[in-house]
Each structure stands twice: as structure tokens, then as C-alpha cells.
């Protein structure tokens, strides 16, 4: 059983900042300048909750995860899937059979796979925003925990302004400005849905198996124009005038963790 959850601490989230760019004397200026601004991605929060929360003895389900478990941290993916018991990666896409790190493949979706109750922890990375069907997606997530298991959520805020903005563009055109901000391929651009893409949204769905919200993180997302180094220290500058007026940043994304009784 996952003990209880904690929010991940400065020291936690710097082993995992070393671990996936190196020093940082010699890592690149991204990196470089968002921790001088005291500033961590949601995905190095998220790295860092899973790197807490996958032990020795863990059964863990990785839903969605293509040929990636975490796609900014290949170091961080070899070491928990050597530390687990056993992962398995569940996604139909055929780039799953390109996941180097996963023990088990199953070519499904998450509301046609019956977990059994197998699995101590559940993640989906980046996966929610994509869900047609949530009722049935939680219920799949409640079947494959066993009890005491806990599933955790990390997804873009369905109010943020990239989804926003993501609804108004084809896919076409959305392949095209993802390749131009971030570099990713064609394959990797899905059609999205963001219908459980706010805390409230999230809760409810996991109440509705009796799930309770454990931990629950709300993270600013300054990689919108990452690429870029004025962009970049226009968006960190624009986090750290929000801070001071004490607004929320508008960009952010969702991290959820919901345990099962």
C-alpha cells in the first residue's frame, strides 16, 4: 500500500531537476533561468510526486504513456521502472510499442480494461485533457486499483489559455504550431476534449467511487514559449508580477491525487 501522500519538497524536486538536466552549471539556459527564478515545471512537480510515490513492491499502470513515461526525463523513467514490481503501459496508440520502459504492453483504452484490481498505483500524465468518456474512464481507474491504491492526474486546466486557444484551431494547424513552440511529431498531437480538466470536475468524478482527493496541486506553466529565451523571461517575469499583485498566472496545470478506500 502507497503511504500517505505528500506534497514534494525543494529537495525532492532538486534531485529531480540534477537527475534530468544535470549541474547546473553545465545544463542548458531554459533550465538555467527558470531555477534562477525559483521556478519549477509542472512537469518536474509531477516527476517528483511519482519519484515518492513508485517503490519497491508497487504494481503501477501507466495510462496513455506511448513510448514515453515521462518525455523530458529518460534517466527518471529508467530508474522507477527498475524500482517498481511490475508497470504495465496501457494505450492504443501503436507508439506504445516503442516504450522501451513499460514491462507489460496492452494495446487498449482505459474504459475497455478491466485492471481487476491489480495495480497499487495508477497515473495518467497528460491524458485526462484527451477523455471523451470520464464516468467511464474513473470506473476503469477504480477497477484496476486495489484498495488503498491511488490514481494520480496531471493535466493541462481546461480554462488555461493554450486550451483555450486549442479549441478554436484544427488539428492540422495544431500540428504545425506544437512542431514550431516545442519540436514534438505529428504522432504525438491527439484530438483533445477537456471534460475533466478542473479540480472540481476531478474530485467529483473520483467521489463518485467513493475516492477521496488526497493531495491536490495547482502549477504554473511557464513553457508556452520555452523555445524562445525572450519569451521565456517574458513569461517568468510575468509569474513573478502576478505573484506580487498575488493574481493567479493565467497558464497552469492540474495535479491530482485521489485514493481509493
Known sequence: MIPRVLEPD???????????????EGCGW?????HAHGHFSPDDWYEALMAQLVRPGVRWLDVGCGRELFPSNRALARALAARCDHLTGLDPDPTLDENPYVHERVRATMDAFDGQQGFDLVSLRMVAEHVTDPRAVVAAVDRALAPGGVAVVYTVFGWSPAPLATRLV?????????RW???TEEKDTFPTAFRMNTRSRLRSLFAGHGMREEL?????DCRSFARFRAMLALELALLRACALVRMPYPEHCLLGVYRKP
Open 10 to 24: 525543494l529537495q525532492v524536486l532538486q534531485q529531480v531537476f540534477d537527475l534530468k538536466y544535470g549541474p547546473l
Open 30 to 34: 531554459g533550465p538555467r533561468m527558470r
Open 181 to 183: 513552440l516545442w519540436g
Open 216 to 220: 491536490f496541486l495547482r502549477l504554473d
Open 170 to 178: 484544427p488539428m492540422a494547424l495544431r500540428h504545425r504550431i506544437k
